[in-house]
């Protein structure tokens, strides 16, 4: 059975692509199966406009899912988030840029137009540009999440998604069966030893690698917010584990809530304002504090501060 | 009669662009444009952002090369906080930063060049891509695919995360390497040395050899290059070194990081959200006219084959001899990129190994403690699209009080203009032109790997 697939990329980085790619041999696996990629720029060649341009509405074809990641930073943005939406039977919001903002939507803290002008007056570029505008897409007033500007079917965050997510997704539509996804946080899948609120009273900036004993596993290590460091494993959806130990947390870095907040509509910095508190940690010693809200900025929750 | 044939999207591309070419009343090509579609503002939004904070945020400017992003960031965070990285920990930079350029050449030539080539530039869109190379070549698909996912692998199962790294952090590394863990990184590099010897064997006779026309011929300009190159013996370096511009006719200037916007200026246009850089330092001023460019100059792998004296590991020199006596130095073809590259991903595995050899990075030290100070830092690396620098300044508290970013493919952005230009001229006269031939205007927009 056929299960076409077009995929589409907002203001994406192209991390989910190559998430999807990091599937590896299953990619053939799924070819095989009858997985066919109908529309995917990075990929294959269909074009907007017909593949002479002589076409003057842009489209995607039919497809039976539509992976979009990126969040809606400009029109040519909208108009692509509305075409998928008209032709994929089921749209998935793929990567946390389409399901909360993700990175760019940082920018949601700041006066866009005026940030994007400065952006042209730089110290190495040539003074007196202004922001192009000629054959380049007009930006939107902010960044927006996929869900604010169309119904989506399906969201699967992750800064990137984990590829076994992704696929997992593809192979229950290729079987018609339902979903089931996490909503538990990424201290629910962190093996690292708890033995209760740390001795720190003020967050400590990451500066200095974390204490743990280097001939033992991550399993022997005190948790990072324990130690005093501010780590947004409780606010933050599990997924990047992948079975093992949260990725961040492997590495021995404390977690910077890549996945958006447990639940659709959390606020990752209030959660984390309590979180910290409950450990005894004084959230006033947060530097930047906006700055928790790296990863979830779009649904109105970062705006630019009144002057 | 006049028209404009509209490109769009640019596909298999690492980013999002259009090409617009403009046909006059006869239908020849009058002009043609690369319009770069995407503006996002890093430089603005991590103003105010803790320095140790920003490594983990810029590395999203890209998910094909976000250890390029994260180690210049690094570095620049080193500079303005006044830190020198442990050893080890520079090191273990290095390793994770070629074994990224690894990665990434494995994704460009097979799964977004190659299908041009292997299927043929006139195929149709339906099979020209890395699926119809699972249809026709399954067991060179499959162990292409089996390679990437090696290099990923490698990457992720030591340092956490592949894509978005967060383990380069101001000081050094986040983690020390174990001596099983360089065991083990040491087989798998071993196994990537050798799969990057048979893609340029494979790519010489089966690719190259039979595409010797439009490599003569398809988007050719003449320019300078820009590179980095170790500052004893000239020879070529991604992770650290000093920048070298060079111009068409060979000569060159050498220059430090921190001096980038002595030599380098950047020019917007109204029709690219992308600026385009140019050699300010040359005091030409600055034109894309093909035949009389002024402050123009390439980076990527083309220049960083053109601009080293020498590549510091066997195989890869032996490779860049071959190469220079048949295209001279500085070669100028824009489709040798994709050979250049491949010389690239020789050396990246044989320095990849040559780190892992040296037990000195196991060495436990990885980190140097950092404080928040006020200051200035310039981080440079070689990112497989070209020189990236990331410049920051900070504040009393260590937070960013400005930055700037050049990123690799903006250098090119000006080439890539003049590279359709005279494709489309090139291909397309009386008004006539086929799905095939935009294709190879595209063509010569993918050698670039931007």
């Not at chain 2, 959200?273 to 330092?281: D, P, S």
């Not at chain 2, 200035?376 to 400005?402: F, K, M, N, W």
């Amino acid at each position: 059975m056929a299960l076409r697939i077009a995929m589409e990329w907002l203001g994406s980085c192209s991390g989910c692509e190559i998430s999807f790619l990091n599937m590896g041999e299953e990619l053939m696996a799924l070819l095989e199966a009858g997985v066919e990629i109908v529309h995917a720029p990075l990929l294959m060649d269909h074009k907007y406009y017909g593949q002479t341009g002589e076409g003057k509405v842009l489209t995607i074809p039919e497809a039976d899912i539509g992976l979009v990641s990126g969040g809606a930073l400009d029109e040519h943005h909208l108009c692509v988030l509305e075409e998928m939406r008209r032709k994929c039977t089921m749209l998935v919001a793929l990567g946390t840029c389409a399901t909360h903002g993700g990175i760019p939507a940082l920018m949601n803290g700041r006066d866009r137009r005026q940030s994007l002008q400065e952006v042209f007056e730089t110290v190495s570029t040539d003074p007196g540009a202004s922001l192009p505008d000629v054959e380049v897409p007009a930006s939107l007033e902010r960044v927006y999440a996929c869900d604010e500007k169309v119904a989506v079917d399906l969201l699967l965050p992750g800064c990137p998604p984990h590829p076994d997510r992704i696929v997992e997704v593809l192979h229950s539509r290729l079987e018609e069966r339902s979903l089931n996804l996490s909503s538990r946080s990424v201290c629910d899948t962190c093996p690292v030893e708890r033995r209760g609120k740390g001795e720190l009273r003020d967050v400590l900036r990451f500066f200095t690698n974390a204490s743990y004993d280097r001939s033992k596993g991550v399993e022997t290590m005190r948790c990072l917010l324990e130690q005093g460091y501010m780590c947004m494993g409780p606010v933050t959806l599990a997924g990047c584990a992948g079975g093992q130990a949260p990725r961040c947390i492997e590495a021995r870095v404390p977690c910077r809530g890549c996945y958006g907040p447990v639940r659709r509509e959390g606020n990752q910095m209030l959660d984390m304002m309590n979180a910290l508190a409950s450990n005894g940690i004084n959230y006033r010693s947060v530097v930047d504090r906006r700055s928790i809200l790296r990863f979830s900025g779009a649904h109105g929750r970062l705006r630019p501060l009144r002057k | 009669m006049a028209e404009v044939i509209t490109i769009a999207p640019v596909t298999r591309i690492e980013g999002h662009a259009k090409i617009a070419i403009h046909l006059d009343d006869n239908g020849n090509v009058d002009d043609a444009f690369l319009h770069i579609q995407s503006l996002r503002g890093f430089e603005k939004f991590i103003e105010g952002r803790p320095a140790e904070e920003i490594p983990r945020i810029v590395n999203r400017i890209c998910g094909i090369c976000p250890w390029m992003h994260h180690l210049a960031s690094v570095k620049a965070v080193d500079g303005a906080l006044g830190v020198t990285p442990a050893p080890a920990g520079h090191r273990l930079r290095e390793l994770c930063q070629v074994l990224a350029h690894v990665n990434d050449k494995i994704l460009h030539f097979f799964f977004l060049a190659a299908p041009d080539f292997i299927l043929g530039p006139d195929s149709d869109y339906s099979v020209r891509n890395v699926m119809g190379i699972v249809k026709t070549n399954p067991e060179l698909a499959r162990r292409v695919v089996k390679m990437r996912q090696l290099g990923q692998m490698l990457l992720e199962n030591f340092a956490g995360k592949a894509i978005h790294p967060i383990a380069g952090v101001v000081g050094g590394f986040a983690k020390p390497m174990s001596e099983h863990e360089r065991q083990e990184m040491l087989q798998g590099v071993e196994t990537l040395l050798d799969f990057a010897r048979y893609s340029i064997d494979y790519a010489k006779k089966k690719v190259f050899a039979n595409y010797q026309d439009v490599i003569g011929a398809l988007g050719n300009i003449t320019t300078g290059f820009l590179a980095t190159v170790d500052p004893a013996d000239g020879s070529m370096r991604l992770y650290d070194g000093v920048q070298r511009l060079m111009r068409s006719d060979g000569t060159s200037c050498d220059f430090k990081a921190r001096d980038y916007d002595a030599y380098l200026g950047e020019r917007v246009e109204s029709w690219s959200y992308a600026k385009m850089v140019y050699a300010k330092t040359w005091e030409e001023g600055f034109s894309l006219d093909p035949d009389r460019p002024r402050g123009i100059y390439r980076s990527n792998t083309l220049a960083r084959i053109n601009v080293c004296d020498r590549i510091s590991t066997p195989g890869a020199q032996e490779e860049l001899e071959e190469f220079r006596e048949l295209f001279g130095r500085p070669a100028q073809q824009t489709l040798l990129y994709h050979w250049a590259r491949l010389i690239e991903l020789l050396y990246a595995c044989e320095r990849s190994k040559e780190l892992l050899e040296d037990q000195a990075i196991t060495d436990p030290a990885v980190r140097t403690e950092a404080h928040p100070r006020a200051g200035r830092g310039v981080g440079i690396v070689e990112a497989p699209r070209g020189t990236l620098i990331h410049d920051y300044t900070t504040d009393d508290q260590g937070c960013i009080a400005s930055a700037n970013l050049i990123v690799g493919t903006t250098h090119n952005i000006g080439p890539m203009n003049m590279s359709v230009k005279q494709a489309a001229k090139t291909l397309i006269s009386g008004g006539k032109y086929t799905k095939g031939l935009l294709n190879k205007v595209e063509m010569a927009v993918r050698a670039y790997d931007p």
